[in-house]
């Protein structure tokens, strides 16, 4: 399985930004799309977006799209995460995976957005 390390979290005010990276070990990176999740406390984890892995097709949570960018770094073997226009809805801890079903995760890194 692919090491996935996330880092980027923090705490901001409503409205703000947070970019959120995340770190693999590059054995699987090319093979299979990389996605991100998020759990808030109480909830489910829940997609949040994602991108391929060749052409680089990107997908969003409807919740996140035209405030959150994917994108993805071949040659670093790293995906980010650009969350602009943040909400207190969007407090949660976030998780990047990757593999064939989405089996491989990191141990995520918490997001809070005050209001």
């Known amino acids: 399985q692919e090491q996935l390390v996330e880092s980027g979290g923090g705490l901001v005010q409503a409205g703000g930004s947070l970019r959120l990276s995340c770190a693999t070990s590059?054995?699987?990176?090319?093979?299979?799309?990389m996605g991100w999740f998020r759990q808030a406390p109480g909830k489910e984890r829940e997609f949040v977006a994602a991108i391929g892995w060749g052409e680089g097709s990107t997908y969003y949570a409807d919740s996140v799209k035209g405030r959150f960018t994917i994108s993805r770094n071949n040659a670093k073997n790293t995906v980010h995460l650009q969350m602009n226009s943040l909400k207190p809805a969007d407090t949660a801890v976030y998780y990047c995976a990757t593999g064939t079903d989405f089996d491989s995760w990191g141990q995520g890194t918490q997001v809070t957005v005050s209001s």
């Open positions: 590059g054995r699987t990176f090319r093979r299979y799309s």
